[in-house]
């Protein structure tokens, strides 16, 4: 899940994307209205929290946007304004849901949880191959032969995800880069190498017979 986080006040911003990143959201924030356009426009993202109060422009100019060039990406709005009319102004204008600052972080992550559902096509399984499987509630990779289970990070998580939907097809390094680290991402390739060794670390810690292999040059496969 990637969710863009539009809000100018740092401290309220830095504390949101840990609690997040937590959940394993992956999270681009940015601190304007207008970059808030720009990078809904230009990014595909599960969600938007978009604070109303912004410095470019506002909120409900942001969101005005955003569905008249019919996207219609799920937008979450915060505002320290909590009146009526604010409320019924940002669900008129598109908004799937109305946060009044200030929240329970517990309430926030309901409501992320409740509009990025929405826009799902199938129920989530379990997902597994061989002797592996990953559990989505838990964030957690379980080998099923040895019983043992091992917490991954989100980008362990997003990585062993793509090779698990997969299992035993050769993976080209740029195709699980895009897939993982994003379109524009300024993250090298040596950082997908590095990733990929803690997901070795982690399969050898289990005890599970999955192996990630390396193809000269082309990318990786998990074989099973
Ligand atoms: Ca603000």
Redesign the pocket.
């Known amino acids: 899940m990637r969710v863009l986080l539009v ?3 740092k401290r309220l911003s830095q504390a949101l994307q840990k609690l997040l990143q937590q959940e394993r959201y992956e999270v681009d924030a940015v601190y304007t209205g207008t970059d808030g356009l720009d990078w809904a426009r230009t990014n595909s993202y599960d969600a938007v929290i978009l ?1 109303v ?2 410095p470019g422009m506002d909120g409900f100019e942001v969101l005005r946007h955003l569905r008249e060039e019919r996207i219609a990406t799920p937008v979450l709005m915060l505002t320290a304004r909590g009146g009526v009319e604010d409320r019924v102004r940002g669900l008129t204008g598109g908004a799937d849901y109305y946060l009044p600052k200030p929240f329970e972080t517990a309430e926030l992550m309901a409501c992320l949880k409740t509009i990025t559902r929405r826009g799902e096509v199938a129920p989530r399984m379990t997902l597994a191959a061989g002797d592996v499987e990953l559990s989505e509630s838990e964030g957690k990779l379980r080998c099923t032969a040895t019983g043992k289970d091992v917490k991954l990070g989100a980008k362990e998580y997003q990585l062993m995800e793509f090779f698990l939907r997969n299992p035993g097809q050769i993976l080209p390094k740029e195709m699980i880069q895009e897939r993982v680290w994003g379109y524009d991402s300024e993250a090298e390739y040596n950082n997908l190498e590095v990733y990929v060794s803690f997901l070795r670390k982690k399969l050898t810690f289990l005890g599970s017979e999955a192996k990630i292999r390396a193809s000269r040059g082309l990318g990786y496969a998990l074989e099973v």
Request: aromatic share 0%; no cysteine.
């Open positions: 809000e100018d006040e604070d109060m912004l």
